[in-house]
């Protein structure tokens, strides 16, 4: 039985859940096949393999602050709290792929470069990434909830997402000062990378399409929890 408070677009996304759990499944099967049967590098062996997971949770992590955004934008303009809970619910699911990002980064550094930080520019530029929405997410778990909150958060979160083109061209910007590699090009990619990269990218988009969906159908049930509880306390005390 559906919630009569629920909206259309709450509605779909629920229904969604299921087809995209099947995909999820299917796409990550055919990636772990895919990057286990890939070439090793001829320096790195098996471990630049940690590439099809490094870049692609860079990719989710930009996504999910520009969808942050978007949120944020919408609800400005439609004053509707479905966005609001969608920006939240993408700047959750877009740390934890940045975490991912960075967590792989140093793994491969370590080897690459002999130490697992240094500070390069795009590895300065994506912790202070992770830091910014790191923030937005204490912001939203500490404040009241309410239309006050939500527009802050929302501007927040538009500032918040011009930091992605910086991170992302870090690399153009300081030229030969950066150690990270370049931002990846189709012709850059070896002989037999390009196909596990390709499965890697389209896997961990799908899960994160999949966190998405569970992440927003949560924040409605919390929101009509406090809902329904800040109702009955009015009713007791009435």
């Given at each position: 039985?559906?919630?009569?408070?629920?909206?259309?677009?709450?509605?779909?996304?629920?229904?969604a859940?299921?087809?995209?759990?099947?995909?999820?499944?299917?796409?990550?099967?055919?990636?772990?096949?895919?990057?286990?049967r890939?070439?090793?590098?001829?320096?790195?062996g098996?471990?630049?393999?940690?590439l099809?997971?490094?870049?692609?949770?860079?990719?989710?992590?930009?996504?999910?602050?520009?969808?942050?955004?978007?949120?944020?934008?919408?609800?400005?303009?439609?004053?509707?709290?479905?966005?609001?809970?969608?920006?939240?619910?993408?700047a959750?699911?877009?740390?934890?792929?940045?975490?991912?990002?960075?967590?792989?980064?140093?793994?491969?550094?370590?080897?690459?470069?002999?130490?697992?930080?240094?500070?390069?520019?795009?590895?300065?530029?994506?912790?202070?990434?992770?830091?910014?929405?790191?923030?937005?997410?204490?912001?939203?778990?500490?404040?009241?909830?309410?239309?006050r909150?939500?527009?802050?958060?929302?501007?927040?979160?538009?500032?918040?997402?011009?930091?992605?083109?910086?991170?992302?061209?870090?690399?153009?910007?300081?030229?030969?000062?950066?150690?990270?590699?370049?931002?990846?090009?189709r012709?850059?990619?070896?002989?037999?990378?390009?196909?596990?990269?390709?499965a890697?990218?389209?896997?961990?988009?799908?899960?994160?399409?999949?966190?998405?969906?569970?992440?927003?159908?949560?924040?409605?049930?919390?929101?009509?929890?406090?809902?329904?509880?800040?109702?009955?306390?009015?009713?007791?005390?009435?």
């Amino acid at each position: 039985m559906n919630d009569p408070t629920e909206t259309r677009f709450e509605r779909r996304a629920l229904a969604a859940e299921g087809p995209v759990a099947i995909a999820l499944l299917v796409t990550s099967a055919i990636a772990a096949l895919v990057i286990v049967r890939a070439p090793a590098d001829v320096v790195q062996g098996v471990l630049y393999k940690i590439l099809f997971v490094h870049a692609p949770a860079a990719f989710a992590a930009y996504l999910g602050f520009v969808l942050t955004a978007a949120g944020g934008a919408l609800y400005l303009w439609k004053n509707d709290e479905q966005w609001d809970r969608l920006a939240v619910a993408a700047a959750e699911v877009g740390l934890l792929f940045c975490t991912l990002n960075i967590v792989t980064g140093p793994i491969w550094a370590k080897a690459a470069w002999g130490k697992a930080w240094v500070w390069d520019p795009r590895l300065v530029m994506t912790a202070l990434l992770w830091l910014v929405y790191l923030a937005y997410g204490l912001l939203r778990s500490f404040s009241e909830e309410g239309p006050r909150a939500a527009r802050f958060a929302a501007v927040y979160g538009i500032a918040g997402v011009l930091l992605i083109p910086l991170n992302y061209f870090a690399i153009d910007l300081f030229g030969g000062r950066a150690l990270h590699p370049e931002n990846l090009e189709r012709q850059s990619l070896g002989v037999g990378i390009g196909q596990p990269f390709l499965a890697g990218t389209i896997a961990t988009l799908v899960a994160f399409l999949y966190l998405l969906l569970v992440r927003f159908e949560v924040q409605g049930l919390r929101v009509r929890v406090e809902r329904a509880r800040l109702d009955e306390a009015s009713g007791e005390a009435s």
